[in-house]
T-cell receptor
Framework: SQQGEEDPQALSIQEGENATMNCSYK?????LQWYRQNSGRGLVHLIL?????REKHSGRLRVTLDTSKKSSSLLITASRAADTASYFC????????????FGQGTRLTINP | DAGITQSPRHKVTETGTPVTLRCHQT?????MYWYRQDPGHGLRLIHY?????DTDKGEVSDGYSVSRSKTEDFLLTLESATSSQTSVYFC????WGGGQTQYFGPGTRLTVL
């Protein structure tokens, strides 16, 4: 069963704009992670936020976590063409430590 | 992809034939994972290993088996490939498991005709 549901499935914006992707999940978690996948490549880890954290920053990335709503968002500020990729959230459940459950991903396209 | 290789990178096979995919790591990480990626399903865990000869099932393990005889190698075997196993397969590694980043290999594209 898929733990994470991502919204939107696809997003197209102009270079320089901000991009926001959302992830909802169903069960209690230890942490939530975001990964990026460029076309034809493996996934690359972006950021991890633990269940006791509400917000985390890494460069142009800002992640929020609301455990009461079982949701997270990933904000990419000042987008660049190189940000074009698919973005996946992944949750590590309390029961299933050492295992991640991935969402279906958001396909982000940055138009020059 | 550094430190993780997958072989082969592409394979076309026929229904009913056995197939083995190999994941090799040079990072000495304890945990290794096999996922499949299909359109509309994201990544789904097939099997994972938490040490040499220690493996467990994931979400979609039916039709797959794994073996890990050395820390650096994790093999995924399709005993009798079916068309529904056409997919892109990714290997991942992690050092401590819980609460840790997973690092992914470049993937193997498998087509079962």
């Amino acid at each position: 069963s898929q733990q994470g549901e991502e919204d939107p499935q696809a997003l197209s914006i102009q270079e320089g704009e901000n991009a926001t992707m959302n992830c909802s999940y169903k069960t209690s978690i230890n942490n939530l992670q975001w990964y990026r996948q460029n076309s034809g490549r493996g996934l690359v880890h972006l950021i991890l936020i633990r269940s006791n954290e509400r917000e985390k920053h890494s460069g142009r990335l800002r992640v929020t976590l609301d455990t009461s709503k079982k949701s997270s968002s990933l904000l990419i500020t000042a987008s660049r063409a190189a940000d074009t990729a698919s973005y996946f959230c992944a949750t590590e459940g309390i029961q299933g430590a050492q295992k991640l459950v991935f969402g279906q991903g958001t396909r982000l396209t940055i138009n020059p | 992809d550094a430190g993780i290789t997958q072989s082969p990178r592409h394979k076309v096979t026929e229904t009913g034939t056995p197939v083995t995919l190999r994941c090799h790591q040079t990072e000495n990480h304890r945990y290794m994972y096999w996922y499949r990626q299909d359109p509309g399903h994201g990544l789904r865990l097939i099997h994972y290993s938490y040490g040499v000869k220690d493996t467990d099932k994931g979400e979609v393990s039916d039709g797959y088996s794994v073996s890990r005889s050395k820390t650096e190698d994790f093999l995924l075997t399709l005993e009798s490939a079916t068309s529904s196993q056409t997919s892109v397969y990714f290997c991942a590694i992690s050092d401590w498991g819980g609460g840790q980043t997973q690092y992914f290999g470049p993937g193997t594209r498998l087509t079962v005709l």
